[in-house]
């Protein structure tokens, strides 16, 4: 079943010699397969192909690409408990963990499936024609979102179906009328095969055009370069490290024709307790903290990596439960040595930097990448003065800050680099009381959550997965929920165009029946 | 009344020794007032008041930034016929153009106040709690678009009101919450501390904080360069040259914190004649575009540089008319020497390429800095292997293209660059009949027209005003209509966050009566 091979739109080719494996971090050793990196040529075909898609596939009414979504969601789905199996295989994931993302994978198809159906999400806009305004006659003017053109997305190495070969990114951009090229991401290049041939599949089954998808192998970063910098590319998703998405996002910049490159990096998702919180439910929060930061080996983007109190005895008392919480848990198997080896390094650098403590690891023998989770405190003078102590350690790990006073703890968000989440853990006559905190924390996420932890990204229209850099290349746009669509299209403007001619979205008579902004205001009625 | 100083908030200032002069093009010297500009220092102060102001500001009711709004417009109109003698001595436009730009300008201010009365702007987004959900609990998820901190706007030459000192740029980001630090033109100084002093007025009788608006004057690149790489400045307008725009993107690319830098950049607008306009409409059509492509001496952005026609005896007879009428013209006043020369110098390179014939030109006398209208013609394959005739020239000019069939006029679409505005000149019958032509053009431009002419852009919630690189740095983008004001916000979530501390936009109750998506329906209701 796995080739190896990377899929130019339906053809399989492997014309190069590169090659590489897969791992299996539980077994510490290769998996049976073997891959065939992309060659230029191959990119060259996969890029020109799904240009000449484009054509095709942009005119297919919303109707015709949610039948198309729906059917990958379908093809996902049988392939059954082998994908399932190759998954865990690639990633040390547990079964559990496999299903509830191939759940989410085709649950976000559908959603995109279920917009696209629904419509309104074209922004649809008329000012109708008032030929007799003095001075000057007004035109008909409408408009609406449009498709950009081939979008390259980049597999992520946590999310080896939800953010990977059919994952948000591809969905959206199918949704939005992009073609997709994908950069297999190297961990989970069988996974990655599996679902691209459900996508495939699909492709046949609902008659869209060859090279509306293609699925290239790449195992170092000249694929993903010459990707970004082809010129018929318009578009990148990226989800994995700082380094890899800035590097992507400059040089997207540096084309003739700049393109977006929208990366969802790192963050390290600050927690703020405020009195009220350790006062009452002390333990509550340290246990489930102690849950969230090794929730999938901390390997998710919204992990809590800094928790953020005023130094107290409630407070001392809050770090000893999470710490003694937190050995209790299991270690489980990181998604790769490479992961693992990243873990402990910059577990290592951090605890080693001046007045930082451990509070807790977890202290017993584990199997080869299994991840020991350790936590950190410091005082706020001393994280404020280091900010090798504001890096993300991607991993089951976190520093809890304790601040001399509240005004020190509004300094140190207000130093923070942008995130994907902030959390107040508190009372709701405190977010008046800390209005300053609230506010420094607001301005530096993308999603700011009360009395909760911030693992867990609901898919849904209000979502905001997305924040200031270095959280994300670009804050207004989210990768996670159905405004990810957002970031594939632009408004095009009609100028008194003929009916006849428009776009359904855009005749008088609505006939998607869509909600539109008429003459500013907005409503679902035809234009009489 | 002009004092040559910077406005720093409310504080003029001129600490400098870098002085210059505005010019008067059609008395061919420089005018009585002298400008001192920023230094260093003033930048910082500026930058900081406006980061100072920004957490006040931003906090500020839609209701409360709307009267400021409303109060520059009256302060701009109080300046009375004294900013129009200035605007037209800077500029060499006459008095009609100035009054319906300043028209222009004020009406552009209260369509941001409508906006923000009106209120559904923010895109609010409601996703309600499903506690009971299997296998997880939905949480309570809500979203709204907010501000993202200090813009830098840059004024442009060529509209001295409309998109300068208190421009589009400038009332779309106050408007969504962002205080403004302009940098002046260099060419309307004057014009634009007349203006600058009309804000601050605003500002006082309003009660915004000191710092919400600042004017630096520049006669160079440093100023510029300088803000748009402050740490404190979040985004920039900015409408001018390819070259300087471009400059400024890759710069604020290269910043620690990346920041979004929308450049409304050149464009030569093709028309496309097809063979119904040419049998029907011929002289109509070829005395308009006569009067389009001399309209404010040619100095506007969607100018029409380009028609593109299958060639023809119809054709060729469009091509003499459109001459015989440009030159009936009497030349007018251009904006500057520097501009006047880069004209002359523009007309010259592309006149003297391989295949080029001059149609018409103004040979008369005319006065220093008038300029003379010049058509040229060439045919499909001289145009097609030569891009040099792809580029704007900034005037009253026009490349007419004779194409051997519609295949090489589509080839030519596609091969254009990204474009502000494309336009179809015939039947509707004819856009399907050519809709390989109409898609290739549709793909290229942010507005197409239907039998009209691409200058005139209509202020108003359909209006696209922005293309594909390097008509614009963002395509998504417009900086004309009031979605300009989505350039200076990005959405942020609110999660499980209690009622009493919810932004208005997002109550349960929704106090401000504005259209939500609600559980992924679109609603004025209240959430029971």
């Given at each position: 079943m796995i080739t190896g091979k990377n899929y130019i739109g339906a053809e399989k080719s492997a014309t190069g010699n590169k090659t590489y494996k897969t791992f299996n971090p539980k077994l510490n050793s290769e998996t049976e397969w073997t891959f065939t990196e992309a060659t230029s040529e191959e990119i060259d075909t996969a890029v020109a192909e799904a240009a000449g898609a484009f054509k095709i596939y942009s005119a297919f009414s919303d109707t015709k690409k949610a039948n198309f979504l729906r059917a990958i969601a379908q093809e996902i789905e049988a392939l059954g408990d082998t994908l399932i199996q190759t998954y865990m295989k690639e990633s040390g994931l547990p079964e559990g963990r496999a299903k509830g993302e191939r759940g989410r994978t085709m649950g976000q198809l559908n959603a995109f499936a279920n917009l696209l159906e629904e419509?309104?999400?074209?922004?649809a806009t008329i000012d109708t024609a008032?030929?007799?305004?003095?001075?000057l006659p007004k035109v008909d003017l409408r408009k609406m979102l449009m498709p950009i053109g081939p979008i390259v997305v980049f597999g992520s190495s946590n999310f080896p179906f939800a953010f990977s070969t059919a994952g948000g990114d591809t969905a959206s951009a199918l949704a939005s009328g992009c073609p997709v090229l994908v950069k297999s991401h190297p961990m989970h290049a069988a996974t990655g095969e599996m679902v691209a041939s459900a996508v495939l599949k699909a492709v046949e089954k609902t008659g869209m055009p060859n090279g509306v998808f293609s699925n290239l192998n790449s195992s170092g970063i000249e694929v993903g370069q010459q990707l970004v910098m082809h010129p018929m590319v318009k578009g990148v998703g990226f989800t994995g490290s700082i380094k890899g998405g800035t590097a992507l996002y400059r040089l997207a910049n540096q084309r003739d024709e700049p393109i977006p490159v929208f990366a969802e990096m790192g963050s390290i998702n600050p927690v703020v307790v405020l009195p009220s919180a350790l006062e009452e439910k002390r333990d509550e929060w340290a246990k489930s903290y102690a849950g969230s930061i090794t929730l999938?080996?901390?390997?998710?983007?919204?992990?809590?990596g800094l928790i953020l109190g005023i130094k107290s005895s409630t407070l001392d008392s809050f770090i000893k439960t999470l710490g003694e919480s937190i050995v209790e848990i299991d270690p489980t198997c990181m998604l790769h040595p490479n992961i693992f080896k990243g873990f402990e390094t910059g577990k290592n650098e951090l605890s080693s930097q001046g007045g930082v403590n451990i509070v807790?690891?977890?202290s017993e023998d584990a199997a080869p990448n299994y991840a020991k989770q350790r936590v950190l405190t410091v005082d706020g003078a001393n994280f404020l003065k280091n900010?090798?102590?504001?890096?993300?350690?991607?991993?089951p790990f976190s520093v809890v800050v304790s601040c001399e006073n509240a005004d020190e703890l509004a300094e140190i968000i207000e130093k923070l680099e942008g995130q994907l989440t902030g959390t107040i853990l508190g009372s709701t006559e405190e977010i008046a009381t800390y209005s300053y905190v609230v506010s420094a924390l607001q301005s530096r996420v993308g999603r700011i959550i009360f009395n909760?932890?911030?693992?867990g990204v609901e898919v849904c229209p209000s979502m905001h997965h997305g924040g200031p850099f270095p959280a994300t290349t670009?804050?207004?746009?989210?990768?996670?929920?159905?405004?990810?669509?957002?970031?594939w299209v632009r408004p095009v403007s009609f100028q008194n165009w003929p009916q006849a001619a428009l776009p359904e979205a855009l005749k008088d008579d609505n006939p998607l029946g869509i909600n539109r902004l008429v003459d500013s205001k907005f409503t679902y009625d035809k234009i009489e």
């Open positions: 419509g309104s999400w074209v922004d008032q030929p007799n305004r003095a001075p999938g080996a901390g390997q998710f983007c919204t992990n809590p807790a690891e977890y900010t090798k102590l504001h890096q993300e350690v991607f991993g909760g932890v911030p693992t670009d804050s207004r746009f989210t990768s996670v929920g159905t405004s990810a669509i957002k970031r």
